[in-house]
Nanobody, 116 residues
Framework: QVQLMESGGGLVQAGGSLRLSCAASGRIWSFNTMAWYRQAPGKQRELVASMTSYGITVYGDSVKGRFTISRDNAKDTVYLQMNSLKPEDTAGYFC??????????WGQGTQVTVSS
């Protein structure tokens, strides 16, 4: 059984920073892609950033230049450094572990709220 545990969310003022962490445990493969998605009320879940085990990254257009994804394969942990936060970044942030090319396992999510 795979488990993903996110941490690091919270309330921050616009322009501030937060760092999210997601630790994976269970029967996982280190070469799987890990990623962060987010979902705001009334909106569809969207990709924030993903990273393969080889370090190839993909970012959503709205976070490019502000957010950075990284991972520690030895710890099966992925991070999301979020800088220059905006109120529109307010959402639940979810960690996911891919199987193949698609998100498969999901964490419970962590709330990020950015006040103006």
């Amino acid at each position: 059984q795979v488990q993903l545990m996110e941490s690091g969310g919270g309330l921050v003022q616009a322009g501030g920073s937060l760092r999210l962490s997601c630790a994976a445990s269970g029967r996982i493969w280190s070469f799987n892609t890990m990623a962060w998605y987010r979902q705001a009320p009334g909106k569809q879940r969207e990709l924030v950033a993903s990273m393969t085990s080889y370090g190839i990254t993909v970012y959503g257009d709205s976070v490019k230049g502000r957010f950075t994804i990284s991972r520690d394969n030895a710890k099966d942990t992925v991070y999301l450094q979020m800088n220059s936060l905006k109120p529109e970044d307010t959402a639940g942030y979810f960690c996911t572990l891919y199987q193949g090319t698609a998100p498969w396992y999901w964490g419970q999510g962590t709330q990020v709220t950015v006040s103006s």
